[in-house]
């Protein structure tokens, strides 16, 4: 018998920290995180999916609804105002830092949402396999990390290969949004989705409008303020042959 994997295939996007939790963020994990953080079955790390799981969306909502997804939520300023702002569609982010997840758990908690849920694993595994083919309507990526040094760059999470992890979780003529304040990384989303068979631009010119459905937060005000210029990208989801 092979010996089972101790370790995943590619480079994962980010760092896992481990830091001290206020008691806020504890009591969010202690008494929320039961309705808002879907439990998922992991593979070979704590932010691991196992491949043979699924994400059954009506079971976790409740309902049928169309589904958006954020890639690296954050603190979840974005998809708590956009849940809030639209109850007739959910919403799920997908986030590995602990501190971010607590907080977006109690600003959903303090705004009333409740079509919101919390995935806390490595967003490719999510798109790839746990979320059921086709079944996302947008997906949403806003200012992912970097990884500006030259030998750090294979770790960003938008490069070659991208489109079909990101195309497999998409329906027909669903959207996939970016943003970033670093250009050089913005060029190399563009390069590789305009490559990805999965993706056709959605947008005119040589970058998108700002998606007004991105509210502003401290994050981009910071990146503005050095100088940095926003861009975004929206892509389409073609046909499945």
Do not use: C
Not at 176 to 200: G, K, N, S
Request: glycine share 8%.
């Amino acid at each position: 018998m092979p010996e089972p994997r101790t370790f995943r295939d590619e480079p994962v996007s980010f760092v896992r920290r481990s830091g001290r939790m206020s008691e806020a963020q504890e009591r969010a994990f202690a008494e929320l995180a039961g309705f808002y953080v879907l439990d998922v079955p992991r593979d070979v790390a704590w932010t691991s999916v196992h491949p043979e799981a699924r994400l059954d969306p009506a079971a976790a909502y409740g309902r049928q609804a169309p589904v958006t997804v954020e890639i690296g939520s954050g603190q979840g300023h974005a998809i708590v105002s956009a849940a809030a702002a639209h109850p007739e569609r959910d919403f799920l982010a997908v986030e590995v830092f602990r501190a971010g997840l607590a907080r977006t758990m109690l600003d959903a908690e303090r705004e009333g949402v409740r079509n919101l849920r919390l995935i806390e694993a490595n967003a490719p595994e999510v798109l790839a396999t746990y979320l059921p083919a086709g079944s996302a309507d947008e997906a949403w990526i806003f200012f992912p990390d970097p990884w500006h040094k030259k030998r750090h760059t294979k770790r960003r999470l938008v490069r070659p290969g991208f489109g079909a992890t990101a195309g497999a979780a998409l329906r027909d003529g669903g959207l996939l949004r970016l943003a970033t304040d670093w250009e050089d990384y913005a060029l190399q989303m563009r390069e590789v989705l305009d490559e990805a068979p999965e993706f056709e631009r959605a947008f005119e010119g040589e970058w998108a409008e700002r998606f007004d459905g991105r509210v502003m937060t401290a994050f981009e005000r910071k990146g503005i303020a050095k100088g940095r210029d926003i861009r975004d990208l929206t892509y389409r989801r073609v046909l499945r042959g």
